[in-house]
């Protein structure tokens, strides 16, 4: 790379914003959707107000990476693109107008790329919600680089002390069941089944046993529902050899269930896990976008139905808190950029534990 660049720690915080930037760097780009991402050389482009440049150290793979990838959803992005949502390193550039945070200091930069700050949304402390919003790796380029262009305002600070593997996976999988536990509202005892054990089942059987939760963990690997049980879930299901429904029912149902597992079939054995009064929580987002679920029972029953789009920044900050604290184990294996396609199909296939991390 240019020697231009300036390295981790060697400018303090008021480092001016007229650093040199890289003139180009290697990223993961999306040509066109459904074909093999290509690892090729990309030109920096200059930062516009309140962006800043970072220079990734890690960046994890989310499910999210592979449905942007293949234009699966109803809003897709605009080829070429960089995906990454899950980018963490250090902040070596500023653009104009940037107070938030200083060059130097190591960030992560979330799927919440940007946010207007004043609409509704926004000030009433929902900023996931707001219209403006711009997404990593979607509709601006993500963490699939040795760089990032980011938002000053909507990065947040990565406490020292923790590994940047950790932050990586932390930024999206762990801030997005930190959430959807908190929208479930588990208090001490609730019984909370969560559906799938993957890169955010993993973290989000921990929040809920954090939040004083009983867990159920419902997969169809047993190796998955091995880690789960490492990481504090009571009870484990496999959905292949059993049926999920049947045996939460036996509990006495779930107070909440998380649907984290990209199959609608996943949502409604979930929706059948729950006892009177229940909530669930619509989590992931399976490229089959309807689920079928009965409206009488969700009437007599009580049934309480909530999405949950990843967390805001305030959330991230206690995602953080909560793994300085060691409350909070991240499974994850490091691949270098060069392997994003053999990472992706590993990770269609099921061969992942929790989260693969790039080193970029
Ligand atoms: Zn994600
Ligand atoms: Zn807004």
Known sequence: MSSSIIEPGASGPQADARVSRPQSYRAAVVHEFGAPLSVERVRAAALTAGQVRVKVEASGLCHTDIHAAHGDWPVKPSPPFVPGHEGVGRVVELGPGVTEVAVGERVAMPWLGYACGSCDHCVSGWETLCLEQKNMGYSIDGGFGEYAVAYGRYVVRVPDGIDSFDAAPLTCAGVTTYKAVKVAGTRSSDLVAVFGVGGL???????????????????????????????????????????????????????????????????????????????????????????????????????????????????????????????THVIRETRPLGDVNDAIADLEAGRVAARIVFEP
């Open 201 to 327: 089942g993993h973290l989000a059987i921990q929040y809920a046993a954090i939040a004083g939760g009983r867990v159920i963990a419902i997969d169809l690997i047993d190796d998955k529902l091995a880690l789960a049980r490492e990481l504090g879930a009571e009870f484990t299901i496999n959905a292949a050899t059993e049926d999920p429904i049947e045996a939460i029912q036996r509990l006495g149902g779930a107070d909440q269930a998380i649907a984290l597992a990209v199959s609608p079939r996943a949502f409604e054995q979930a929706y059948g896990s729950l006892r009177r009064g229940g909530t669930l929580v619509f989590v992931a987002l399976p490229a089959d976008n309807e689920v079928r679920l009965p409206i009488f029972e969700t009437v007599l029953n009580g049934i309480t139905i909530v999405g949950s789009i990843v967390g805001t920044r305030a959330d991230l900050r206690e995602v953080f808190a909560l793994h300085g604290a060691g409350r």
